[in-house]
């Protein structure tokens, strides 16, 4: 016999994330899924008849859900929620007319979560959120994975995940957990869903966003867990607000030092959630929360968001350096003169710094990994020993893929040059000029002599 | 024929660093060392006398120096210098009784450096000290070096370094500028000299300092490059406190990635020079510099030289990390977890947290550095992977010497017990406890999620 708290409460019509009213806490018996006192069954169901009408007169929408469950000594794991849900259910059978009014009521107020991409990082943080909404009553036991369709070995990808559940392609020898549902109509899968994951390449931004226009729920959010800037010549527009642009909803980020093999691995590793409002970063936080894999919420986005972009050009810089003298001290002075130039950067596109944000995960955590050991590391150290250009490398060592450093560089050039900036930026400059001005590489120990002069915060 | 200028300052008696009162500026031409014009030399020693008689009325020192050689059109080498410094002299050839009167003046008023220590990093460091002096007016052009004496092959060191111009044992391979002194004496090194650079191992500088102890210029100042506390377990004392009681000087510091083989091959770095006063760091800042060595002035000393301590702490941490899941993502993590319990330390013993110091080389920069390939992480990753104790590795890997981190750790883990804090340190706490408490390793990890958690500035 254990105590089960139901709570109702009630919220205005303008929006998910209003602060929600409570009107009645009411308290019942319940053991393993059968009512133990019909009495205050009756009591619970006369309370929240009143509950709905008092919400009717006050033209607000109820919002039933279950409430501390764990401090009333009532286990979280899902197969024991299952029975506990029996249990609220059964409270109406006596009252049949309002099952199916006070189900939907509760079913409707759930977060149902939707990750738009299943490449590796999709597929690793899959991993992560498939486990976190069984642990938590607010979240839909079931996510909904976009998976663009493509034949492996003659089966089409979304039968394998959902069969087999394992992205063979993208994240082969990691299992996703069995809730984890491919679907490869992108509409379809995110009709139902409230909390969309953008973790898609960059450029299927745009179409995907087109699509879905539409077909989305009126209380929508997401995040997006896209690393750099829209650079196609239009200026700099972040991934977040182009998502946001498009498709009229509210978006939050997730940046960090995140190797997504790492993270599927469950090695430690932290990232940031950046979000204008602290009670939706709340509910992302609680997605995102693993034993190996930490958050925390900054609100301060495009700080957070920026930082992913513009990393990438230290990352080449980093490259350059390592090419050049392989040296650690070196390659650590690039870090902090290249993180002081993002800082200068930010502050001047965005009008604000709070130094506070760069100590979080998205800030020195992900530039310095990105620096030992990403793409546009590798790529530049090869610019500098292979003697071959950046397009021919790219080609062998990206599969054709384009760098994203020094696209962010561009970007950022552009920006500078309308301020007349660029003297200011060496660091920057230099990787702009390196990289399509044929400025040779060995010069980028002078932009850092230059930034080291002026490396004022 | 080019102009020169000769000024004449003077001082207050209260010390070096007093602003100079400039009392009369003259001009005269000279040309290969042969005075030109004899009515402006004429002119200028009347000058000189009316000055120094001011300067006797006024109980003031004079000072005399060449001010604007290179604006002058002049070049800066040191063999035209001593050109210009003959010219200087014969100037005052007509009046003889007044040479070595204004020669001595000349002389006292020059910077003489003298470096206390030529291991390692003594040396390296003498490559660009040695180098400097020669740039500017303000220094004695040659630099004492003081050597612990040994035997190498039969001859001592200081012989080999001052007729081969090489440390033989600790910088083999690079040439010592042939301006460097190597002094046995510890008390001859340090009677003329008013710049004291210490870089000895911290446990030879009480020794040292009792010997010099009366034996310095009533004007010297110093500035400490030796990392970590004081570890006797009498509290914290940081090494630039420690001497300043024992000497009774002021003292600066010099911190940051610096690892001593790459400074001597010329790979450009950065350090952070951390005084109380800005036109001291200014001396040190033109004394510490070269192409490839780049230093910033900071007037938070504390700061600096607590960050070059902590960091052994965080250093042993990521090791045991990369002994245990070779991740980088989560090396990144340490990093920054670490430093934000560094930072938190720091405020919690000093009182004071600038934020900006944390983003110069001393911060950010060294720690990066040392969590990469520092003798802590090395050992503290040979101490997951072997299961041999610290005190093993130590004899192994250090030839008995101790490693700075554990140590670090237990003198950081007093001070936290004393406030009640070590919860509040979770990364601090858990490498105290494993180093020395048999606390299991793999518990560190539980120690990053713990300081997740709390990681807030």
Known sequence: MHSLAV?????????????PLKVCVVYFQISSGIVADIESTDLVVQRVDETLDRCKRA???PKCHLLDLAAAGLPREPQHRRKQQQALLSIFHPHPSRISQYHCIIMANLYKVCIVGSGNWGSAIARIVG??????????????????EEMVDGRKLSEIINTEHENVKYLPGRKLPENIVAVPDIKEAVRNSNLLIFVVPHQFVDGICNQIKGSLRSDV????LIKGFDCRGRGIELISSAISRLLNIEMSVLMGANIAMEVADESFCEATIGCKDRKIGTVWKELFTASYFRTSIVLDPQTVELCGAL???????????????????????MIRL???????FITEFYGEAR???????????????????????RVAEAFVSSGKTLAELEKEMLKGQYLQGPLTAMEANKFLQEKNLEKDFPIFTAVYEI??????????????????????L
Chains 1, 2 share one sequence.
């Open 7 to 19: 709570s109702i409460d009630t919220k205005s019509n303008d929006g998910l994330l209003d602060t």
């Open 59 to 61: 033209k607000r929408i």
């Open 131 to 148: 486990s976190t909404v069984t642990k938590f009553d607010k979240f839909d036991n079931s996510v909904n994975m976009y998976v663009y």
């Open 221 to 224: 959010c997401g995040i997006s």
């Open 311 to 333: 990393k990438n050009i230290i990352a080449v810089a980093s490259g350059f350096v390592m090419g050049l003298c392989h040296s650690d001290n070196t390659r650590a002075a």
């Open 338 to 344: 290249g993180l002081i130039e993002m800082i200068r």
């Open 355 to 377: 130094l506070e944000t760069y100590f979080e995960s998205c800030g020195i955590a992900d530039l310095i990994t990105t620096c030992s050991m990403g793409r546009n590391q």
């Open 435 to 456: 990289c399509y001005h044929n400025r040779p590489v060995k010069t980028i120990i002078d932009a850092m002599r230059e930034a080291s002069t002026h490396a004022k």
